[in-house]
């Protein structure tokens, strides 16, 4: 087996684990919307573009895949609190069947934002698939189908970066501290 890159302390999740469980969180949501025309999946960019590809490629029921992107943190990096809205969909979702596909809840900030934003738009039905929801303390927002809990340690890979580093392994790793604690 190759030898991990210097800044990645230990595998989380292997590349067969999450595959594995996308087709399974895909075979679930074509389930529970087969009689719906289409699902309406917004991807929340960076971190959910290679999840959402996976779980699309995967289902097996009519589907829309539009894209957001939203910003939490401040400069130099630091987590503002505050959420910001930085590219909208291209179209209304108004009566559509939505499912908002997130790469990862931490703090839970950034999907409450999405959820009360897109409720207001009035679609048919509102869902979350999320990837990662990390062991903590964080704020009650719905999760709809989830695909793994992990502990409360830095993550990449799998979309998931650290200072755009690390986004397209194929597993999910733990980052080691002293490269974030620099």
């Known amino acids: 087996m190759k030898s991990l890159h210097p800044d990645l302390a230990r595998v989380i999740l292997s590349e067969t684990e999450i595959q ?12 529970d919307y087969a009689s719906a025309e289409r699902i309406y999946l917004i ?9 959402l590809a996976d779980l699309c490629r ?3 029921i009519p589907h829309t895949v539009d894209f957001m992107s939203v910003s939490s ?7 503002s609190g505050a959420v910001r809205l930085m590219l909208d969909l291209r179209d209304p979702i ?16 950034t999907l409450d934002y999405i959820n009360h934003t897109l409720k207001g738009r009035n679609p048919a039905s509102l869902r979350t698939c999320v990837l990662l929801e990390k062991k903590r303390e964080s704020l009650e927002v719905p999760i709809d189908y989830l695909g793994f809990t992990i502990p409360d340690v830095w993550v990449v890979g799998y979309g998931l970066d650290f200072a755009d580093t690390h986004r397209t392994l194929p597993f999910v790793a733990e980052l080691n501290r002293q490269v974030y604690q620099r």
Do not use: C, M, N, P
């Open 73 to 79: 943190y401040g400069k130099a990096g630091s987590i």
């Open 20 to 31: 594995a469980r996308v087709k399974a969180l895909a075979e679930q949501i074509s389930a």
């Open 94 to 109: 108004l009566d559509e069947h939505v499912i908002i596909v997130e790469d990862i809840v931490d703090s839970g900030h």
């Open 43 to 51: 991807g929340i960019l960076k971190g959910a573009f290679i999840f």
């Open 58 to 60: 995967h289902l097996t």
